[in-house]
């Protein structure tokens, strides 16, 4: 019988955290602005990727829960490689330390992207809670030379956000994206706010035959926007 791997889970640098999500994540990106809380994962001494929390894209993040903006956060990235120790694992001691370096904190929230054959397995192997199905129908992003572009990047070029403006500038067949939304998850950090949220939760979305195909090791969410507190 093989041996377990030695696992040992602790603060990333940003350059460690950079380097997982570029290469680990489906994403293929590290979010370029802002602090996050970054929580490396090592086997055997080697490292295999990392855990990322920030304030999350959605300014009404934690308004359904009724907390104040630092009372809460969003987990952004898992990006690991290859790896024996089981992804829920890593996620729940990453958790602690998230929760010791900001005691303020009262809960995560957390997505698992519909457009990329995820249901949140991870979450539910971690008993997180499970709050619908978000987002299907929207537009947030376009087809332009093939590739999904995310509206705030067709933005950041100095493009309006139309397909229109789109198909003027940047490619004549660009199409519009809808997405098939994501999954949202949460999971408090003590039992009082448990208490509070628990009445939200639903019954978890099973595996599609997609999704049976093949692991999801690089779970995460959106991009965030604001700072939290900064670590590495």
Wanted: glycine letters at 8%.
């Amino acid at each position: 019988m093989s041996q377990k791997p030695k696992l040992r889970v602790d603060w990333a640098s940003h350059e460690a955290a950079k380097f997982a999500c570029v290469n680990w994540h489906y994403s293929g990106l590290m979010p370029s602005f802002g602090k996050f809380v970054k929580v490396g994962a090592w086997e055997n001494g080697k490292f295999i990727g990392v855990v990322v929390f920030g304030r999350g894209a959605n300014p009404s993040l934690l308004k359904p829960y009724n907390l104040l903006q630092d009372q809460g956060c969003e987990l952004v990235r898992i990006a690991l490689r290859q790896h024996e120790t089981p992804v829920s694992k890593i996620l729940t001691i990453a958790l602690k330390f998230l929760k010791k370096a900001n005691p303020k904190l009262r809960l995560v929230v957390s997505y698992a992207d519909v457009d990329q054959n995820h249901h949140g397995g991870i979450y539910q192997a971690s008993n997180w809670l499970y709050t619908g199905h978000k987002g299907k129908g929207s537009r947030s992003s376009f087809i332009i030379n093939g590739e999904k572009i995310h509206a705030k990047t067709v933005a950041s070029k100095g493009v309006r956000q139309t397909l229109e403006e789109v198909r003027k500038h940047l490619d004549p067949n660009a199409e519009n994206f809808y997405t098939l939304g994501k999954h949202c998850y949460i999971m408090p950090l003590d039992k009082k706010i448990r208490a509070e949220v628990v009445h939200l939760s639903k019954p978890y979305p099973k595996r599609t035959k997609e999704q049976a195909l093949g692991d999801q090791p690089s779970l995460g969410g959106a991009t965030p926007t604001c700072t939290l507190q900064p670590n590495g």
